[in-house]
């Protein structure tokens, strides 16, 4: 599942079990969700990779409007992620400013400039549809 977040903020409707609440992946991705948007980050894409990889449950992708922006999201993300609990997340790149990635284990945030955001296209990797088994393809 795809969810592209529109400026300004997001309503996302976590399900709730009813024995054990949300679970911490959830958690995080509302708490990444809430910071991105806090920090002005634009063209929000979160994409479900629960099942399709073993790196995480989701992948976070956004644009920052300039290098500064960038890291300045960054930064701001990882704060929040410490304050709440989550620890310290492992970050790439945030010298650049440029493309940033930032693991925090049940998510992974790419924070891009928008021309490289662009070139990379990630998103559109991640998001291609499902096949059932048996399909062929041609």
């Not at 948007?37 to 976070?60: C, N, T, W, Y």
């Not at 010298?95 to 790419?110: P, Q």
């Amino acid at each position: 599942m795809t969810t592209v977040h529109a400026k300004g903020r997001a309503t996302r409707i976590v399900p709730q079990s009813p024995d054990r609440g949300v679970d911490a992946a959830s958690r995080a991705l509302e708490l990444v969700l809430t910071s991105l948007e806090d920090s002005k980050a634009e063209d929000i894409v979160s994409i479900d990779i629960a099942g399709k990889s073993a790196l995480g449950d989701h992948m976070v992708v956004v644009s920052g409007r300039s290098n500064r922006h960038v890291v300045a999201i960054c930064e701001h993300l990882i704060t929040d992620l410490k304050d709440e609990g989550f620890g310290a997340p492992r970050v790439e790149g945030i010298e650049a400013g440029d493309w940033v990635l930032i693991d925090t284990g049940d998510i992974i945030v790419h924070v891009f400039r928008p021309e490289i955001r662009e070139f990379y296209n990630i998103e559109k990797m991640w998001a291609a549809p499902e096949f059932e088994e048996g399909t062929v393809l041609h």
